[in-house]
T-cell receptor, first 113, second 114 residues
Framework: LAKTTQPISMDSYEGQEVNITCSHN???????ITWYQQFPSQGPRFIIQ???TKVTNEVASLFIPADRKSSTLSLPRVSLSDTAVYYC??????????????FGPGTRLSVLP | KAGVTQTPRYLIKTRGQQVTLSCSPI?????VSWYQQTPGQGLQFLFE???????NKGNFPGRFSGRQFSNSRSEMNVSTLELGDSALYLC?????????????FGQGTRLTVV
């Protein structure tokens, strides 16, 4: 069961790039890495997913080193509306995932003006 | 395209009672998963239903149960409520399941047990 470790909180200023790193030392061969964003009183929202190297979409980039024991979510030029909790999730995305997807405590990102 | 709808949004129950929560997935989605979120334990997976069958289950006692109907709508039931069951219950839907991968979450039902 892959567990993840993330910083509990981070502060940033508007317009800066934010990098949040997640450690997952016992990631399994079939596991993917997924990041979610959650605002207060709302359900989590999918941001990005990857298996190895680098993945980029319209909102973020995900960097995964060759050993896959960690990953870094990069948010370019954050704004106040990016203030939220960010979860790193590691698990097999096959049909029988059972208990294998474990949400950690997440990283509370505060973007300051 | 309508999102995932959970009802009710807020609920207050007394210890020992039972409660039923409802989730309507995005049209066409066949997988519905339920999660419990508390400040102390974070987000925990309860179970997943796919085509009316429970396909995956988390580490929760038998007091927590669910079902899915032919139209993919799902209900979650908690019997003999305990104070510790107070939480935000989230439902997520996706086309085929496979964990919370690109799943779409509802806004949740906040249950308070007094």
């Amino acid at each position: 069961l892959a567990k993840t470790t993330q910083p509990i909180s981070m502060d940033s200023y508007e317009g800066q790039e934010v990098n949040i790193t997640c450690s997952h030392n016992n990631i399994a061969t079939n596991d993917y890495i997924t990041w979610y964003q959650q605002f207060p009183s709302q359900g989590p929202r999918f941001i990005i997913q990857g298996y190895k190297t680098k993945v980029t979409n319209e909102v973020a980039s995900l960097f995964i080193p060759a050993d896959r024991k960690s990953s870094t979510l990069s948010l370019p030029r954050v704004s106040l509306s990016d203030t939220a909790v960010y979860y790193c999730l590691v698990g097999d995305i096959g049909d029988n995932y059972g208990q294998n997807f474990v949400f950690g405590p997440g990283t509370r990102l505060s973007v300051l003006p | 395209k309508a999102g995932v709808t959970q009802t009710p949004r807020y609920l207050i129950k007394t210890r020992g009672q039972q409660v039923t929560l409802s989730c309507s997935p995005i049209s066409g989605h066949r997988s519905v998963s339920w999660y419990q979120q508390t400040p102390g334990q974070g987000l925990q997976f309860l179970f997943e239903y796919f085509s009316e069958t429970q396909r995956n289950k988390g580490n929760f006692p038998g007091r927590f149960s669910g079902r899915q109907f032919s139209n993919s709508r799902s209900e979650m039931n908690v019997s003999t409520l305990e104070l510790g069951d107070s939480a935000l219950y989230l439902c997520a839907s996706s086309w085929s399941g496979g964990g919370p991968t690109e799943a779409f979450f509802g806004q949740g039902t906040r249950l308070t047990v007094v």
